[in-house]
């Protein structure tokens, strides 16, 4: 299986604040890459595919990059209802693995 | 896009078998795969498996001795079976469409398994 570990587990920041969560692969997983939201009580929703491609509807303070096995899910300016977990997860290949979560809290 | 409802029995005792169906509203059940995940209480997501509308499939094979996925396209259902649940199958379980990615889910349902 391929291990998805990111970085940080949780993280404080205030609105406004410029947010970058990290994800890597342990191995190769070339543009294989997407990024959820997930706020408590409700099922995930799709941020970004395919690494940097935006999801219909989703905000353009939301952008990824990365390819291979380093990624990275950044907010331009962090909003109120951005507060949440984010998970990103590998489709190269089944098992089709999540990483951990990244919990973004208010400071 | 299309929008996916789930339902299916919220408590089971210890070796029992879980059952979900989920419906697709919307969208060509046909173009899609359409897949099953859960989320244990205050964990994170694990993947347990996907199928196409011919009914192609894949497990996670940490569950696969116990899973099966399958699929009515006739009335745009899929459903998720798994055998002989324990504690540790205790979680929220999504239904979600898509295979590179999961662009639609379920609202969740909550699997308690309990003597």
């Known amino acids: 299986d391929i291990q998805m570990t990111q970085s940080p587990s949780s993280l404080s920041a205030s609105v406004g604040d410029r947010v970058t969560i990290t994800c890597r692969a342990s191995?190769?997983?070339?543009?294989?890459l997407n990024w959820y939201q997930q706020k408590p009580g409700k099922a995930p929703n799709l941020l970004i595919y395919a690494a940097s491609s935006l999801h219909s509807g989703v905000p353009s303070r939301f952008s990824g990059s990365g390819s291979g096995t380093d990624f990275t899910l950044t907010i331009s300016s962090l909003q109120p209802e951005d507060f949440a977990t984010y998970y990103c997860?590998?489709?190269?290949?089944?098992?089709?693995?999540f990483g951990q979560g990244t919990k973004v809290e208010i400071k | 896009q299309v929008q996916l409802q789930q339902w299916g029995a919220g408590l089971l005792k210890p070796s029992e078998t879980l059952s979900l169906t989920c419906v697709v509203y919307g969208g060509s059940f046909s173009t899609y795969y359409w897949s099953w995940i859960r989320q244990p209480p205050g964990k994170g997501l694990e993947w347990i498996g996907e199928?196409?509308?011919?009914?192609?499939?894949n497990y996670n094979p940490s569950l696969k001795s116990r899973v099966t996925i399958s699929v009515d396209a006739s009335k745009r259902h899929f459903s998720l079976k798994l055998t002989s649940v324990t504690a540790a199958d205790t979680a929220v379980y999504y239904c979600?469409?898509?295979?590179?990615?999961?662009?639609?889910w379920g609202q969740g349902t909550l699997v308690t398994v309990s003597s």
């Open positions: 191995q190769s997983i070339s543009a294989f």
């Open positions: 979600a469409s898509g295979q590179v990615w999961l662009d639609s």
């Open positions: 997860q590998q489709s190269y290949s089944t098992p089709r693995t």
């Open positions: 199928i196409n509308h011919s009914g192609s499939s």
